[in-house]
């Protein structure tokens, strides 16, 4: 159980490090995935100072598709489509395949190298 705080008589619940598992939402693992990658993808088109019309051209998608992606509405958008966008932003895309530590099911999570 998650321990409660009350603040000004307003119950204050610690979430977790995955705010979509927090939602109860059933694909929250990928959903969080998703997240980080599209972050990434913001972060360079940020730090690259592309327009969004630019990058759109660059990653090879519409820009309003892009648009959504960079607000989190990334539903229609595969995992291997964001990592395929990464890589035409000039970034290497490693898959490790690991044994889960004390798991009986495994865990995808993004690394930032």
Do not use: W
Not at 34 to 53: C, G, V, W, Y
Not at 91 to 113: F, N, P, Q, W, Y
């Amino acid at each position: 159980m998650t321990p409660v705080e009350i603040i000004d008589d307003i119950a204050i619940e610690q979430g977790s490090a995955n705010p979509y598992a927090d939602l109860g939402r059933p694909d929250a693992d990928e959903m969080l995935v998703k997240a980080e990658l599209a972050h990434q993808i913001a972060q360079i088109i940020k730090s690259r100072h592309l327009t969004q019309q630019r990058a759109a051209e660059l990653l090879g998608m519409p820009q309003p598709k892009l648009s959504e992606m960079l607000r989190g509405k990334f539903r229609g958008i595969s995992q291997a489509k964001m990592m395929e966008c990464l890589n035409r932003l000039g970034r290497d895309v490693e898959i490790v395949v690991k044994k889960a530590s004390r798991r009986s099911l495994g865990h995808t999570h993004v690394v930032l190298a």
